[in-house]
Nanobody
Framework: QVQVVEFGGGLVQPGGSLRLSCAASPIIFGIDTVGWYRQAPGKQRELVAD???????NYADSVKGRFTISRDSAKNSVSLQMNSLKPEDTAVYYC?????????WGQGTQVTVSE
């Protein structure tokens, strides 16, 4: 049974930074992409950023220049560095490992950007 766990959420002031991490256990082989998604209250879940097995990254327009996704293949983990956070970044952030047609989701971690 694969488990995906996210770490690093919390409360931060506008303009601040947070780093989210995501890991899968046991190690997953043949990963296509790993992505970070978020869902704010009353809104649909949306893609924030994802990264392919080859290291190509893709970002939502709303986070370009502020967020950076990276992966550590040896540790089977992915991180999301979030800088210059805004109140509209407040959401539950989810990590997803995609292997062919199979998706493995984490339970999510809350990020709140507020004074």
């Amino acid at each position: 049974q694969v488990q995906v766990v996210e770490f690093g959420g919390g409360l931060v002031q506008p303009g601040g930074s947070l780093r989210l991490s995501c890991a899968a256990s046991p190690i997953i082989f043949g990963i296509d992409t790993v992505g970070w998604y978020r869902q704010a209250p009353g809104k649909q879940r949306e893609l924030v950023a994802d990264i392919t097995s080859g290291g190509a990254a893709n970002y939502a327009d709303s986070v370009k220049g502020r967020f950076t996704i990276s992966r550590d293949s040896a540790k089977n983990s992915v991180s999301l560095q979030m800088n210059s956070l805004k109140p509209e970044d407040t959401a539950v952030y989810y990590c997803k490992y995609q292997v062919l047609r199979k998706a493995y989701w984490g339970q999510g971690t809350q990020v709140t950007v507020s004074e």
